[in-house]
């Protein structure tokens, strides 16, 4: 247990993030969760049997001590750091038009700073294993939409990838961008109206595309990943 990989998850206690630390738990992985809600994160340990090699963070991915915090953490406690998985965001789902500006403030931290929060405190230690790290960007940041001011972060999440792998490739650290499109989760319970009526993916779905791309043998770097339910024609 002591050799197994480990693996920090932001956004680890519901949807695509808790998806990814079970299926990686039941591969032998020791994996960290952060979430804001400690509550929720403590069902999901509930849920998984509490398990020896969960460790359960609370604390923002845009919250630059917290992410700090979160990765030092898992190396003093687990002695290394083979993965970072930055899954935390959310959307408003509203526009430039006619969207509620003060609620952008953290969508943008979240979904933009968040990721490049957890790259930046996570170097030293994926250095050290030739590690690897996967960002959860999403269809939205490959295509247009009007207005869209979350589709806009996806975008920004899409650029911090490749320039992310062009910066690390030479340490021997692999950089994947998962974009999912339309996915079930709580993602959509705050969108006016509720769940749409189309074809989605499923979160359990998305964990198993984000460790296939972990589990590529050494030297092989898996880069975009776009992923959509059939059905789904942007």
Known sequence: MTDSPVALITGGGSGIGAATARQLVKQGYRVTITGRSED???????????PEGLLVIPGSAADHDAVRTAVATTVTTFGRLDVVVANAGY?????????DPTRWDDMVLTNVLGPALLINAA??????????????????????????????????????????????????????????????????DDAPGGLPDRDFLSAEQLGRTIVWAIGQPEGVDINTVIIRPIGQTV
């Not at 929720?40 to 509490?50: K, N, Q, V, W």
């Not at 959307?91 to 430039?96: C, I, P, S």
């Not at 920004?156 to 950089?175: L, P, Q, S, Y």
């Open 91 to 99: 959307a408003t789902f509203d526009d430039l038009a006619d969207g």
């Open 40 to 50: 929720r994160l403590r069902r999901f340990a509930t849920e998984l049997g509490e």
């Open 123 to 188: 170097l030293p230690a994926l250095r050290e294993s030739k590690g690897r790290i996967v960002l959860v960007g999403s269809v939205a940041g490959h295509v247009y939409t009007p207005g869209n001011i979350y589709g806009a972060t996806k975008w920004a999440v899409t650029g911090i990838a490749e320039n992310t792998r062009r910066m690390v490739t030479a340490d021997g650290i692999g950089v994947t961008l998962i974009s999912p499109g339309a996915t079930k989760t709580n993602f959509f």
